[in-house]
Structures are given as C-alpha cells and as structure tokens.
C-alpha cells in the first residue's frame, strides 16, 4: 500500500497568489513526522517544514505552512505569496516510529509546481 | 558549517561496469542514509547507517550494490556490475537529531 499520496503531479499558480500541494499519508504508527521537500532544477533536496504527529500546531516556516489534519491524515503544503523561484518538484515525505536516532525516509511522488508571472 | 557532499555529481557507464558514490555528511552526523530515485519514480530509502553501522539496509535492491561507512564519517556506495534499471539519481542525507535529514544535492547515475 501507498504510504504516501500526492495526488496532483503538476500545479501552476499565478505570482502572489497563495497554493495548496496536497499530500496524504498511511501509517498506524502513532509516532511519526512529516517533512515537504523542495527540489528545484538543479537536483538538491531543499528541506522545508516538519510536522510531528503529537504536535498541537500546524508547523509554519516563513511562507510555508502545513496544514496538518491529524484524523484525515493529511499534511497539506501552504505556500503564501508565491515567487517564480518557488518552481520546482516538491515532496511528502514521512518517517515512521521512534527512538534516539532517525528512521528511513518514505517519499511521495512529488508535485510539480509552476509559478507563472 | 559545510553541507552533505555527493561526488560525482553526474555519472555515465556501460552496462557491466563498476561505479562508486561517495557521500560526505555534514560533520557530527551519526546518521548517514541513501536514497534513489529511478526515471521519475518515487524516491525510495536504500540504507541507514549509524556511524559505521548499517542500522537498516533492507532498501537495497540486491547485492550487485555495496554500501560502506570508513570510521563513521564519509560513505560509498558501490554498484558492481552495474545494470540498466540501475539509472537514476542517488541521494545522500545525513541528520544529528531524529526529524532532520539534510540531503546531497545527488549522483546522477547513466548506465548505457
């Protein structure tokens, strides 16, 4: 089973306007965190937020924020005030149980999105 | 503080050939992982070290590839022979703490 869904491949907004990417996730572990990742065109993984699943508040980070709905499991990106550089592949990810060091990585698909002027 | 290095940045060999990715993690980080990411496929875990540990490998596709850890600090992995579904782009991360990974900016791996 799919861990993690995105289920938009591609998404186009409009400069200044504000996007959602969504992303579900699947796991029966009550301890878990959920991270976005941004990849731009030149391939490096640009960490973005995390959410951890005992957090009371939606994490948010400047212009990004996540939309956290604990009981639908999603973990919706929010970005606000949208810029050119913010084209790029942007990924899901969760991690999955506890302990003193981390756990592998489970990705989605990833969205693309694209910021039009 | 410098970030998590990948050499080299872009790969290209025949089938049959052996390569070897080097991955330097920031200084400090026990937790080294590598991940890939096959022709638009999701991105998917291989292997976890702990410094020179393997904590979890069971990401790795079989035992044409070879993932070591020097004294805890950098790492490689080796691809021998190497295969056409092996093409992709391979990512280092490395994390101190449990919910951060800060990943490489990744090996683009060719096989022809």
């Known amino acids: 089973a799919q861990k993690i869904t995105q289920t938009q491949p591609g998404m186009f907004v409009q400069e200044k306007e504000a996007v959602t990417l969504d992303c579900t996730y699947d796991?029966?572990?009550?301890?878990?965190?959920l991270f976005w990742y941004k990849q731009p065109s030149s391939g490096e993984m640009i960490f973005l937020i995390y959410q951890g699943s005992y957090d009371q508040q939606n994490a948010t980070e400047g212009r990004y924020s996540l939309n956290f709905q604990k009981a639908r499991k999603s973990a919706n990106l929010v970005i606000s005030a949208s810029q050119l550089g913010d084209s790029a592949m942007y990924f899901c990810?969760?991690?999955?149980?506890?302990?003193?060091?981390?756990?592998?990585?489970?990705f989605g698909p990833g969205t693309r999105l694209s910021v039009l002027p | 503080e410098a970030g998590v290095t990948q050499f080299p940045s872009h790969s290209v060999i025949e089938k049959g050939q052996t390569v070897t990715l080097r991955c330097d993690p920031i200084s400090g980080h026990d937790n080294l992982y590598w991940y890939r990411r096959v022709m638009g496929k999701e991105i998917k875990f291989l292997l976890h070290?702990?410094?020179?540990?393997?904590?979890?490998e069971s990401g790795m596709p079989n035992n044409r590839f070879l993932a070591e850890r020097t004294g805890g600090t950098y790492s490689t992995l080796k691809v021998q022979p190497a295969e056409l579904e092996d093409s992709g782009v391979y990512f280092c991360a490395s994390s101190r703490l449990r919910h951060e990974q800060y990943f490489g900016p990744g090996t683009r791996l060719t096989v022809t």
């Open positions: 070290f702990v410094k020179e540990s393997k904590q979890d």
């Open positions: 990810a969760m991690r999955e149980g506890r302990g003193n060091y981390g756990q592998n990585f489970v």
């Open positions: 796991t029966s572990d009550p301890s878990y965190g």
